[in-house]
C-alpha cells in the first residue's frame, strides 16, 4: 500500500485506524515522501527568508547562496567577460588567433632572412611561392660545381669565352704589358703608366692650369660659387685695394660708402627710419647755440663815478645850520645833525665777462679701422 493522503478518513472505522496510520508512517520514513508547505516557519522561494529553490531565479540573500556570507555575483559578476590578448596585455585567446595557431606547423621557426627578388643586370627574378627553387644554369665553357655539404657553388671558366676571343689573340703589347704603348697626357703632364706621376702645384712646386673643370667644386667653378653668394647689390670688403672683378672675373663693382659707416635699414629705437642708399651724419661739428649745454659766468665790475659833491645838513633844537646857537632854552649838548634828502635815485653799472673758447669743430666719429669696400653693381 503507497502513501495516500485520504487516509485515514474520518468516517472509516476505528479498526482500520491503527493499520493505515502505521502504513502512513511508513511511506513517509522509507519512501522519503515530504509534502510540507514550510519548514520552521519558512516558505519556498529564491528572496530573504525562503526556503532557497532551484527554479532558474538567482537567490538573493539566502545563505545557501553565498560563500563566506558573500554572493556569487562578488566571485564573478554576470556582467564579467575576459579580453582577448594582444602583444600588450594578457587576455583570452580570439578564434581568429587560435586559428592561426593551429596552421602552425610542429617545429616551425621565425622567419629566416632571405631573397625574394634577384637582379640580374636589368632583369629581375622573382620568388612566385613560398619555396620557389632559383635554378643557376651553366653557360658555354663554364662549369658550375655544387657542393651540398658546404653550401657551396663553385664556377670555373675553361677554353675561350664566346665574344672575347680578342682577349687570346692581343695585338701590341697587351700581353706583357708594363706600360701604355701610347702616352697620354693628364694635367699637361705626358703619362706612359710606367711611373707616378707629379703634377706642378698639386704634389709638386710649380703652376698648374685650372682653367678648365679641375676648378669646379660640387660641379661649379669657384667663380661660380662666388657669383652665387655675392648677387648684384651685395658689399664686399677687404684690406686689399684689388677690384673684386679683377680677383673672380666676377660682375662689375664699385667703390662704396667712402669715409662712412654702414647702418641698418628700417626704424631704429629712437623712432628714427633709415632707408637703404640714404646718408647722414658729420665728420665734425660745430655747436649752435641751442646745442649748447645749459651752463652760467660769474661776473664782477665796478659802478660808475659821479666826481666830487657835498650833503648839505641842517639843524633841529635851537642849532642852525651854520652850528650857532639858535635860541634859549635848549642845551648845547643836545643838537641833531640832518643831511639833504636827495630823493630816490640810480647808479649805473657796467662789464665785460671773459671770452672762453676758440669757436673750432669737435670731432665727431667713433673709433674706426679703414678698409676697402665694394659694391656690386651688375
Same mark, same amino acid.
Given at each position: 500500500?503507497? *502513501?495516500?493522503?485520504?487516509?485515514?478518513?474520518?468516517?472509516?472505522?476505528?479498526?482500520?485506524?491503527?493499520?493505515?496510520? !502505521?502504513?502512513?508512517?511508513?511511506?513517509?520514513?522509507?519512501?522519503?515522501?515530504?509534502?510540507?508547505?514550510?519548514?520552521?516557519?519558512?516558505?519556498?522561494?529564491?528572496?530573504?527568508?525562503?526556503?532557497?529553490?532551484?527554479?532558474?531565479?538567482?537567490?538573493?540573500?539566502?545563505?545557501?547562496?553565498?560563500?563566506?556570507?558573500?554572493?556569487?555575483? *562578488?566571485?564573478?559578476?554576470?556582467?564579467?567577460?575576459?579580453?582577448? /590578448?594582444?602583444?600588450?596585455?594578457?587576455?583570452?585567446?580570439?578564434? /581568429?588567433?587560435?586559428?592561426?595557431?593551429?596552421?602552425?606547423?610542429?617545429?616551425?621557426?621565425?622567419? #629566416?632572412?632571405?631573397?625574394?627578388?634577384?637582379?640580374?643586370?636589368?632583369?629581375?627574378?622573382?620568388?612566385?611561392?613560398?619555396?620557389?627553387?632559383?635554378?643557376?644554369?651553366?653557360?658555354?665553357?663554364?662549369?658550375?660545381?655544387?657542393?651540398?655539404?658546404?653550401?657551396?657553388?663553385?664556377?670555373?671558366?675553361?677554353?675561350?669565352?664566346?665574344?672575347?676571343?680578342?682577349?687570346?689573340?692581343?695585338?701590341?703589347?697587351?700581353?706583357?704589358?708594363?706600360?701604355?704603348?701610347?702616352?697620354?697626357?693628364?694635367?699637361?703632364?705626358?703619362?706612359?703608366?710606367?711611373?707616378?706621376?707629379?703634377?706642378?702645384?698639386?704634389?709638386?712646386?710649380?703652376?698648374?692650369?685650372?682653367?678648365?673643370?679641375?676648378?669646379?667644386?660640387?660641379?661649379?667653378?669657384?667663380? #661660380?660659387?662666388?657669383?652665387?653668394?655675392?648677387?648684384?647689390?651685395?658689399?664686399?670688403?677687404?684690406?686689399?685695394?684689388?677690384?673684386?672683378?679683377?680677383?673672380?672675373?666676377?660682375?662689375?663693382?664699385?667703390?662704396?660708402?667712402?669715409?662712412?659707416?654702414?647702418?641698418?635699414?628700417?626704424?631704429?629705437?629712437?623712432?628714427? &627710419?633709415?632707408?637703404?642708399?640714404?646718408?647722414?651724419?658729420?665728420?665734425?661739428?660745430?655747436?649752435?647755440?641751442?646745442?649748447?649745454?645749459?651752463?652760467?659766468?660769474?661776473?664782477?665790475?665796478?659802478?660808475?663815478?659821479?666826481?666830487?659833491?657835498?650833503?648839505?645838513? *641842517?639843524?633841529?633844537?635851537?642849532?642852525?645850520?651854520?652850528?650857532?646857537?639858535?635860541?634859549?632854552?635848549?642845551?648845547?649838548?643836545?643838537?641833531?645833525?640832518?643831511?639833504?634828502?636827495?630823493?630816490?635815485?640810480?647808479?649805473?653799472?657796467?662789464?665785460?665777462?671773459?671770452?672762453?673758447?676758440?669757436?673750432? &669743430?669737435?670731432?665727431? !666719429?667713433?673709433?674706426?679701422?679703414?678698409?676697402?669696400?665694394?659694391? !656690386?653693381?651688375?
Amino acid at each position: 500500500m503507497a *502513501y495516500d493522503s485520504t487516509k485515514p478518513a474520518d468516517d472509516e472505522y476505528l479498526s482500520a485506524f491503527p493499520a493505515e496510520a !502505521r502504513e502512513q508512517l511508513r511511506a513517509i520514513i522509507e519512501d522519503q515522501i515530504v509534502n510540507a508547505l514550510k519548514l520552521q516557519g519558512l516558505v519556498p522561494g529564491n528572496s530573504s527568508g525562503q526556503l532557497p529553490v532551484s527554479n532558474g531565479n538567482v537567490n538573493a540573500n539566502l545563505n545557501a547562496d553565498q560563500v563566506d556570507g558573500r554572493d556569487a555575483s *562578488y566571485f564573478s559578476p554576470s556582467t564579467h567577460v575576459h579580453s582577448d /590578448a594582444t602583444q600588450n596585455a594578457d587576455g583570452f585567446m580570439s578564434k /581568429a588567433d587560435k586559428t592561426k595557431l593551429d596552421g602552425v606547423a610542429t617545429g616551425a621557426e621565425v622567419n #629566416q632572412y632571405a631573397f625574394s627578388n634577384v637582379a640580374v643586370g636589368s632583369i629581375t627574378i622573382q620568388a612566385d611561392g613560398k619555396q620557389d627553387t632559383l635554378t643557376i644554369a651553366q653557360g658555354a665553357n663554364i662549369t658550375i660545381t655544387a657542393d651540398a655539404t658546404n653550401d657551396k657553388l663553385t664556377v670555373a671558366v675553361s677554353g675561350t669565352v664566346p665574344n672575347a676571343t680578342n682577349a687570346a689573340t692581343c695585338t701590341g703589347n697587351a700581353a706583357t704589358a708594363t706600360k701604355w704603348q701610347t702616352a697620354r697626357k693628364i694635367g699637361g703632364v705626358s703619362v706612359d703608366g710606367s711611373a707616378d706621376v707629379d703634377l706642378p702645384g698639386v704634389n709638386t712646386a710649380g703652376t698648374q692650369d685650372t682653367s678648365g673643370s679641375a676648378t669646379k667644386h660640387g660641379g661649379y667653378t669657384v667663380a #661660380q660659387l662666388f657669383d652665387y653668394f655675392h648677387p648684384v647689390g651685395c658689399i664686399y670688403e677687404s684690406t686689399s685695394s684689388t677690384n673684386p672683378a679683377d680677383i673672380w672675373g666676377v660682375g662689375t663693382w664699385e667703390s662704396y660708402g667712402v669715409g662712412r659707416v654702414l647702418v641698418g635699414a628700417g626704424t631704429a629705437d629712437s623712432g628714427t &627710419t633709415y632707408t637703404v642708399g640714404g646718408t647722414g651724419g658729420e665728420e665734425s661739428h660745430k655747436l649752435t647755440t641751442d646745442e649748447l649745454a645749459a651752463h652760467s659766468h660769474t661776473f664782477s665790475g665796478n659802478t660808475s663815478s659821479n666826481g666830487s659833491h657835498n650833503h648839505g645838513v *641842517y639843524t633841529v633844537k635851537g642849532w642852525d645850520n651854520l652850528g650857532y646857537f639858535a635860541g634859549s632854552g635848549y642845551s648845547s649838548n643836545n643838537q641833531t645833525l640832518y643831511t639833504n634828502n636827495a630823493g630816490d635815485h640810480l647808479h649805473s653799472f657796467s662789464g665785460t665777462t671773459g671770452n672762453v673758447g676758440n669757436n673750432k &669743430t669737435h670731432e665727431n !666719429r667713433m673709433p674706426y679701422q679703414v678698409i676697402y669696400r665694394w659694391r !656690386r653693381t651688375a
